[in-house]
């Protein structure tokens, strides 16, 4: 069967295509940018270093691009005629790296069942911590590049994704941020023909809350 993954770049969406790349042919990497500022929506990171994170895992990204006002209904009609598309590449499944969030599992089953395509999850239910040693000992390499204030210090932006940073995490924090406490980049790793070079200069605030590196892209 041919995949299409949800794709936002960071850890979890590595361990869905690792978890994958053996049992099916993963074919395209969704992933929603702002067209406003070229950028992931939510995680913000610029779509040149999405470009060239699936250029070195030799995927293709699907960009779609998400205009004002940002409100469920342009989502979801921008959803859907991009749906459409895959649809015709003979796409007919679509994988979600969610864990355990019910309301968001539910509310993608609904979103894939009216497109006629079958959705899968194929971390649902795994242990967090768990996972996130997997990430590690398998080699994957990722930068946090989003920290909600509200759920965690913004001493945290910008640090490696290792052990040392999820040892240091509060108790109440998800390990591997499912409930949205950071984010992250994964830049290296064992499906990468090569790292993706880019470095970080500062950083800004949205909504007197959510923390960013401000990414770049860095040439050779």
């Given at each position: 069967m041919k995949i299409a993954l949800s794709w936002s770049g960071g850890r979890d969406s590595m361990m869905m295509l690792h978890t994958l790349k053996d049992k099916c042919e993963p074919v395209v990497?969704?992933?929603?940018?702002?067209e406003v500022t070229k950028?992931?929506?939510?995680?913000?990171?610029?779509?040149?270093?999405?470009?060239?994170q699936a250029k070195r895992l030799r995927l293709e990204l699907f960009p779609i691009w998400l205009r004002?006002?940002?409100?469920n209904d342009t989502?979801?009609?921008t959803m859907k005629d991009a749906l459409e598309q895959l649809k015709e590449r003979s796409i007919t499944h679509v994988a979600?790296?969610?864990l355990f969030l019910e309301d968001i599992r539910s509310y993608r089953e609904q979103q894939m069942a009216r497109m006629g395509l079958t959705p899968i999850f194929p971390l649902w239910g795994k242990e967090t911590k768990s996972l996130a040693a997997d990430f590690i000992r398998l080699g994957y390499q990722a930068?946090?590049?989003?920290?909600?204030?509200?759920q965690l210090s913004p001493e945290f932006?910008?640090?490696e994704y290792d052990t040392s940073f999820i040892h240091e995490l509060p108790d109440e924090v998800d390990p591997c941020?499912?409930?949205?406490?950071?984010?992250?980049?994964?830049?290296?790793?064992?499906?990468?023909?090569?790292a993706v070079p880019f470095s970080t200069r500062g950083s800004y605030v949205t909504y007197d809350r959510f923390y960013y590196c401000e990414l770049k892209m860095r040439k050779k």
């Open positions: 990497l969704i992933t929603t940018f702002d950028k992931v929506m939510m995680h913000h990171i610029p779509f040149e270093l999405m470009e060239a004002p006002p940002y409100d989502y979801e009609r979600f790296g969610d930068k946090v590049i989003c920290v909600d204030s509200e932006l910008g640090r941020g499912e409930n949205g406490e950071f984010h992250s980049f994964v830049f290296d790793g064992p499906l990468f023909q090569e």
